[in-house]
Every structure is written in structure tokens, then in C-alpha cells.
């Protein structure tokens, strides 16, 4: 059985629809989707609909879901954080069917094949508990790529290696019972493998917004668990057209709403690096320096935050 494992499509459909034009190529027909569907990108519902559409899966919820599923029935003139408004223009663009698919799925899936145990979870977090472990960490993968000392295939090996030598890793990993673990939320691809304890780990990366410094493609991996119980990962990157994504978001409603989300994240589509982080950092640093502490943000306090920081920060 081979499966592909895909995670945080963030409502890019045009990547999307490159990946599972490339596994039904290769023949595979099995899905495993961890999360973060929609949010983010200017195709939402089309996202859903290209997921619902396949037979054979397991889709779990990621937490951008869940802030889809505060969103309901609420009083829409109320809406006026700045930082919210991607979601805002998201609930108001995916249909009320398949914001139901969204929340009638799992946070977690476990399920069993060839008597391999397969748990499905949003983030690593999920199995490893509170520590972000900073050898898959999108904000490790852009402070390296900022020094430019690596190039982005070497800092992503750099940091594997280091995966292997870290000790609270370690700790973690022998916590885990044997089995396959799939995550995401990261954004950035990697795998790691523990014969001697029968534990496989993977995060396939984040389909329509990656953030592993490796531009213009797609990531996702194959699992596959023969019938004798052999499992083997391969880790996949399908070119899709970036150009077409920022040429259509620039057109999008979600621009036109959600200017600044948008913005930033087209910059971390075109360069494939983390941007959110820094500018969230950003943002609440310059709230407090102005003395606008008040959550949510107001929309003038996001939006000049968002002037400084791109004409002096951004990269
Ligand atoms: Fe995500």
C-alpha cells in the first residue's frame, strides 16, 4: 500500500492540485491529510472540494479549523481585528457544506495496517508533548537561510543531523510506543526513522505554503508499507505555478480584506521562508510601543506596523 501524506494546503489549490495530480501518477490512491485546509490562500472551498472528493483517505483537523469553528454564528459587525480578518474572509468564502465537512473531522486519527500502528495528528506536539523542536522549526530554517552561510538543501540536512544528536529528541522518541507518526504545522519537510524502536516519523511539510527555504514546488511524501510489514518513505517536490498563485491572489477578494495577511504571505510563498513569525513579533512589540496593547489589534495598529515593518524589516 502506498499512501501519500499531505498536510497544510492553506487554500492553495494550484499546488494542491500539482500533488495529487503527481501521486495519482504514480499510481497511488491512498490520502493522508493533516490539517490546515483553507486558510490563507483564494481557493478555499476549491481545496475542500479536491479533498472531499477522494475515496480512499484520513483527513484530520489542523487548528487553523478550529478558528473556523469560532467563527460560527457569530455577529460579523463585531469583526475588526486586524489579524483575524484572513479568517474572516475565509468563513465568509467557503461554503456552510464544507465548512461542515471541516469541523465534523478528527483531531486525531489512529488506525492500523499490516498490524502497523498509523497516528495521525495535527502537530508533533500532539505525540511529544509542549517542546517545539527547533531541528524542524520554520523560524530555524529562516534565521539560517538570513545568514546565508548554507544553502537551503544543506541547512535542512544540517538540521537533521542535528535532530539525531539532540538529546531531549531523543527523550521524546523513546516516550512513543512503535509505530508510524504523521504531522505537520511545521511547514517544513522532514522524516525521521528509529529502527531499533520500530518508530517512524513524518511531516510531509506544508503542500500549499512551505516553509523549508526549497521555492517553487510543492512538498509531500510517499509512505509505503508492504504486505510483509516493510516501510519505506519517500520525500516528493511537485513544481506548481507559483507565478499563477500571486498573479491571482493580487486579484483575490482575500487580498482586497485581508491586505496585510495576504502580503505576507506572498512573501513567504515567493521565498519559501517563514515571514509570519517575525512580523507577529513585530506587531506586538510595536502595539506596546505605541501603548496599543488591547487585543484584537486595532486595524490602523496592524496596518502601520505592517508599513514599518516591510519597508525596514522584510526581507
Ligand atoms: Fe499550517
Redesign the pocket.
Known amino acids: 500500500m502506498k499512501y501519500a501524506v499531505i498536510?497544510?494546503v492553506?487554500g492553495n489549490y494550484p499546488a494542491l492540485k500539482a500533488v495529487l495530480e503527481d501521486a495519482k501518477k504514480q499510481g497511488i490512491s491512498a490520502f493522508l491529510f493533516a490539517?490546515?485546509y483553507c486558510i490563507?490562500g483564494p481557493w478555499p472551498d476549491e481545496c475542500i472540494a479536491a479533498i472531499k472528493g477522494i475515496d480512499d483517505k484520513h483527513v484530520i483537523r489542523?487548528?487553523?479549523e478550529k478558528y473556523l469553528e469560532n467563527l460560527i454564528d457569530k455577529d460579523q459587525s463585531t469583526w475588526t481585528d486586524g489579524q483575524m480578518q484572513v479568517s474572516y474572509w475565509c468563513y465568509r468564502n467557503v461554503s456552510r457544506e464544507n465548512l461542515d465537512y471541516l469541523l465534523s473531522l478528527p483531531h486525531r486519527d489512529d488506525f492500523e495496517y499490516k498490524g502497523i500502528k498509523i497516528h495521525m495528528a495535527?502537530s508533533s506536539m500532539d505525540f511529544m508533548g509542549s517542546h517545539p523542536f527547533y531541528t524542524w522549526n520554520s523560524v530555524t530554517v529562516a534565521e539560517r537561510n538570513r545568514k546565508g552561510e548554507r544553502a537551503p538543501e544543506q541547512i535542512l540536512s544540517d538540521m537533521a543531523d542535528e535532530r539525531e544528536r539532540d538529546p531531549e529528541f531523543k527523550e521524546a522518541v523513546a516516550k512513543l510506543e512503535k509505530g508510524i507518526y504523521i504531522f505537520?504545522?511545521s511547514?517544513v519537510q522532514c522524516n525521521y526513522t528509529d529502527k531499533s524502536k520500530e518508530i517512524c516519523m513524518i511531516n510531509p511539510g506544508?503542500c500549499g505554503?512551505p516553509l523549508d527555504g526549497l521555492k517553487n514546488s510543492a512538498p509531500y511524501t510517499v509512505l509505503e508499507i508492504t504486505d510483509d510489514g516493510q516501510v519505506s518513505i519517500e520525500e516528493k517536490r511537485v513544481p506548481f505555478d507559483k507565478d499563477k498563485y500571486v498573479s491571482e491572489m493580487k486579484l483575490s477578494g482575500q487580498y482586497l480584506e485581508a491586505n496585510v495577511w495576504s502580503r505576507v504571505i506572498m512573501q513567504e510563498q515567493i521565498t519559501a521562508l517563514e515571514h509570519m513569525y517575525f512580523f507577529l513579533a513585530f506587531v506586538g512589540q510595536y502595539a506596546k510601543d505605541i501603548g496599543d496593547e488591547r487585543r484584537p489589534y486595532a486595524l490602523d495598529t496592524w496596518e502601520k506596523a505592517y508599513e514599518i515593518w516591510n519597508r525596514e524589516y522584510a526581507k
Open positions: 498536510s497544510d492553506h490539517g490546515d490563507s489542523g487548528n487553523e495535527h505537520g504545522h511547514h506544508a505554503l
